[in-house]
């Protein structure tokens, strides 16, 4: 079955550093990969997907990632981050179609002025 | 993008009442919708699938009894916590389906319920 890992459960930078969150995932065949981000309180914002293509996916607000099939990985960066950017991210797969979605457990991002 | 409205967004019930959440797809019709629940710092899981003219489909370990899910049109699904207790205390958020050109391909998620069961 399809699944995703985040093996970081909370990352702390400083404001303007760069960022990078990891992603792992489990799927039989060609992923479908999305990252999406929660605001404290907040609903899901969708980041950026892979579906096929490029294996390096531009997302919203100066986010990408880079799809490595040999890795298994689809990990988030952004190469200056900004205190708005504290959030929790989750990486996720689709269950039978890409609008059902399976999430990993999130990593909690803490930016430090 | 499509635009999923999730109501209300934060409400406090006392033990063994009821409260409904509603879920609209604004601008366009959803067949299919999906209710997840997170847990304080855990991730989101499937609760169930809500589907327009049919039964809602469980996630195993989902007691249907107690969270009922009505698809009352193309554009409204509505979930019920049945006599609530603490422990149902979440965050609850749905999520449709887009259409057309990007059918099966993205979900759309409302903006989330704040469940507190005093």
């Known amino acids: 079955a399809q699944s995703v890992t985040q093996p970081d459960i909370h990352i702390t930078v400083s404001e303007g550093a760069s960022l990078e969150l990891r992603c792992n995932y489990s799927y039989g065949a060609t992923p479908y990969l999305f990252w999406y981000v929660q605001s404290p309180g907040q609903g899901l914002q969708l980041l950026l997907k892979?579906?096929?293509?490029?294996?390096l996916v531009q997302g919203i607000k100066g986010f990408e990632a880079e799809f490595k099939r040999s890795q298994s990985s689809f990990n988030l960066r952004k190469p200056s981050v900004h205190w708005s950017d504290a959030a929790e991210y989750f990486c996720?797969?689709?269950?039978?179609?890409?609008?059902?979605?399976?999430f990993g457990s999130g990593t909690r991002l803490s930016i430090r002025p | 993008g499509a635009v999923v409205s999730q109501h209300p967004s934060r409400v406090i019930c006392k033990s063994g009442t009821s409260v409904k959440i509603e879920c609209r797809s604004l601008d366009f019709q959803a067949t299919t919708m999906f209710w997840y629940r997170q847990f304080p710092k855990q991730s989101l899981m499937l609760m169930a699938t809500s589907n327009e003219g049919s039964k809602a489909t469980y996630e195993q370990g989902v007691e249907k009894d107690k969270f009922l899910i009505n698809h009352a049109s193309l554009t409204l699904s509505t979930l019920t916590v049945t006599s609530a207790h603490p422990e149902d205390s979440s965050f609850y958020i749905c999520s449709a389906p887009g259409t057309g050109e990007v059918m099966n391909t993205e979900a759309f998620f409302g903006q989330g319920t704040r469940l507190t069961v005093v």
């Open positions: 892979y579906f096929s293509g490029d294996t």
């Open positions: 996720a797969v689709p269950y039978s179609s890409a609008s059902k979605i399976i």
